[in-house]
């Protein structure tokens, strides 16, 4: 026969105490508000019956859940692990919990998800989905949801966001292989409607005018998407309009890693025949071979961020909204050399 779950009145009867005691005691928050011999009491007969408070009973009566949602637009994508864990180990010392779900790129999709953790008492949301012109955000905005977005920003700025320094990173990047002596220079674009995409064509645009080179002058590819089979497509299309292309700077990791799909099948060797460049630093990129040199970005460090922002919000500690910018390293490997002389 099933035993019967323990409750809070329960237990208050069982110590010979008011339940409200109990409430505090179990509430990390107000246990400085009970003696520790007391706390230490009520601990221990909790443990034992196994008693565990109701959350869904206290966010219903103090309308604070201590859940924050995470909305990734790809959880396959190696970049949003680290992102996730970061949110995760800020939140925690502060006794909130991240409700992670994956959204995928459609907005209806992305304002269905935003519903049900609405609908799950979420006090807050993390926003990996953002695009430049983001109609979600838009909605949480219209629901009265504090929301911060990471990784990615929208261009009207409405809340606070995380992101990279996308020019910086790419200024790195173009400046190396111009040290090497690269000049035939290819960037494969991501897309053009989320601001990643968009800040490092810019920064591509903009370093290789630094060094001389004229706008209409630039070698890009546009590639449909941040994916593996992308990079591919976007690297063939290199091939076959710059073939004397010596370097490849692509808009992140796994277009890189398209990128070697491709040289593969041209018979091309990385880096002898044409280097290569990825940006993001993703984990296990250091193992394929050549291993990638990349532009690092600090994602742990970035969840943290927004997590604290988030934070401040539910705290009512913000002030106006703002976007940190991380600072990006370049990583140097062996993806990259001197280009050989033709």
């Known amino acids: 026969m099933q035993q019967k779950k323990m409750t809070l009145k329960g237990l208050a009867q069982i110590l010979g105490v008011h339940p409200s005691t109990v409430g505090r005691v179990m509430d990390p928050d107000t246990r400085h508000m009970v003696g520790e011999a007391v706390a230490a009491r009520v601990l221990k007969e909790a443990a034992r019956h196994g008693y565990r408070p109701n959350k869904i009973a206290a966010a219903l009566r103090t309308r604070r859940s201590n859940i924050v949602g995470v909305i990734l ?35 209806v999709q992305q304002r269905f998800v935003v519903d049900q953790l609405l609908a799950r008492q979420c006090d807050a949301l993390i926003l990996a989905t953002a695009t430049r012109d983001d109609s979600v955000i838009s909605y949480c905005l219209e629901a009265g949801i504090s929301a911060v977005t990471v990784n990615r920003g929208e261009d009207a700025g409405r809340v606070s966001s995380v992101v990279n320094d996308e020019m910086a990173g790419m200024r790195m990047a173009v400046e190396y292989l111009f040290k090497l002596g690269h000049r035939r220079i290819v960037h494969l674009v991501g897309p053009q409607n989320l601001s990643t995409g968009h800040l490092r064509r810019e920064g591509f645009v903009q370093a290789m005018e630094a060094q001389g080179v004229k706008r209409e002058d ?25 073939p004397k292309a010596t370097a490849i700077l692509a808009g992140n990791d796994l277009l890189a890693l398209g990128c070697y799909d491709s040289l593969r099948a041209a018979g091309k060797r990385c880096p002898e025949d044409v280097s290569v460049i990825g940006h993001n630093d993703m984990p296990f990129v250091d193992m394929v071979n050549p291993p990638l040199t990349t532009i690092r970005i600090s994602h742990h460090a970035m969840g943290v961020q927004a997590a604290q922002l988030i934070l401040q919000r539910l705290n009512q500690s913000a002030g106006a909204d703002m976007e940190i910018r991380m600072k990006p390293e370049l990583i140097v490997r062996a993806s990259v050399v001197a280009p050989a002389a033709r």
């Open 73 to 107: 637009p790809d959880i396959t994508n190696p970049v949003f692990p680290p992102i996730v864990l970061g949110i995760e180990d800020e939140l925690r010392k502060h006794g909130y919990v991240a409700l992670v779900t994956n959204a995928g790129e459609d907005p």
């Open 218 to 242: 630039l070698w890009m590819v546009e590639c449909s998407a941040y994916s593996r089979e992308a990079g591919k497509a976007g690297c063939d299309e290199a091939l076959a309009r710059y």
